[in-house]
């Protein structure tokens, strides 16, 4: 049974920062790129970040480039999304998924295969 745990959401200010990180289980951690997707209040889920099966390859939305930067650590079966100079259009549910490495790196409107349940960010004004 596959599980992916998000954790490290909350509330922060604009400009602050956040580390949300997704512990996996129940799949060879290795074989998967690994992705954060947000979704806001009303609207559609988005993604935010991929991070290739070797770490090698990192792919952002427009809007959090230079400011989120995504890691993994293969050894804790854990993915990172390091959230800097938040602002509130930041605030959403934050969800990691899995994805087949077999599929490539796949950045944007996709249906990974494995979710979390999301971690709240919240970032006030």
């Known amino acids: ?4 745990s998000e954790s490290g959401g909350g509330l922060a200010p604009a400009g602050g920062s ?4 997704c512990t996996a289980s129940g799949l060879t951690f290795s074989s998967y790129n690994m992705g954060w997707f947000r979704q806001a209040p009303g609207k559609e889920r988005e993604f935010v970040a991929v991070v290739s099966d070797d770490g090698d390859r990192a792919f952002y939305l427009d809007s959090v480039k230079g400011r989120f930067t995504i890691s993994r650590d293969d050894a804790k079966n854990t993915v990172y999304l390091q959230l800097r100079s938040l602002k509130p259009e930041d605030t959403a549910v934050y969800y990691c998924a899995a994805d087949s490495r077999y599929r490539g790196v796949r950045a944007g409107k ?4 494995y979710w979390g349940q999301g971690t709240q960010v919240t970032v006030s004004s």
Do not use: A, C, F
Request: glycine share 0%; proline share 0%.
């Open 110 to 113: 996709y249906e990974y295969d």
């Open 1 to 4: 049974q596959v599980q992916l």
């Open 18 to 21: 956040l580390r949300l990180s």
